[in-house]
């Protein structure tokens, strides 16, 4: 009786996981109208996402190159960047390049980039240099700052690049810096400055 209409939802589950790289949990619950069977309209299904975090991918992979393309998130603080199509276009042992073009969850009221989503970036972008050093090694936050230089409009395509300046045993430095793609010219810049835990 529920052949058709089961094997229609594990397929959709199987495309959801494949699509998400993550683990699925799938509730479905099938309200019986009579005993001869199941009206298709009273079957109720629900499926919950659970995705792996930028910085688990790689460790998991020991590999910063699986972080390449659309910045995918965990759902947490860091989903504005999902939000916002913020795509990991180059990652490597020295620098990570990063697009995206200013949309309305990236934009404070007045329309430009809001200085919490660049702090963010400073954090993610930073994060993401150091694991194209070492996949198994993001570090923790001990200092982070931001110098906001100009303003970025929405619909404005901008370039994020991080940069390693210093690599140590204990501490790790590095800087972002955030261009308009267009014409270059500055929007912000950033240090990131990271512990290891060993």
């Given at each position: ?80 960047l999902e939000e916002a199509g913020v795509v990991v276009s180059h990652i490597g042992p020295d620098e ?74 204990t501490l790790a430095f590095t800087q972002v810096v ?21």
């Amino acid at each position: 009786i529920l052949g058709p209409l089961h094997s229609f939802f594990l397929m959709r589950c199987h495309n959801l996981v494949a699509a998400n790289t993550g683990m699925l949990r799938v509730h479905h619950a099938a309200l019986f109208g009579s005993r001869a069977g199941c009206s298709p309209s009273r079957l109720i299904c629900s499926a919950q996402v659970t995705r792996s975090s930028f910085i688990a991918r790689a460790k998991n992979a020991n590999d910063a190159s699986v972080l390449l393309g659309p910045f995918t998130s965990t759902g947490s603080f860091d989903r504005v960047l999902e939000e916002a199509g913020v795509v990991v276009s180059h990652i490597g042992p020295d620098e990570v390049t990063c697009n995206f073009a200013v949309s309305d969850s990236s934009c404070n009221n007045f329309g430009t980039l809001h200085g919490g989503f660049i702090a963010l970036l400073v954090d993610v972008v930073g994060t993401l240099a150091l694991l194209g050093r070492d996949p198994s090694q993001a570090g923790v936050s001990v200092e982070m700052n931001q110098s906001f230089c100009t303003a970025a409009r929405k619909g404005e395509p901008l370039t994020c690049t991080g940069t390693v300046l210093r690599y140590g045993q204990t501490l790790a430095f590095t800087q972002v810096v955030l261009r308009k793609t267009v014409d270059a010219k500055l929007i912000a810049t950033g240090r990131h400055t990271k512990m290891f835990l060993r």
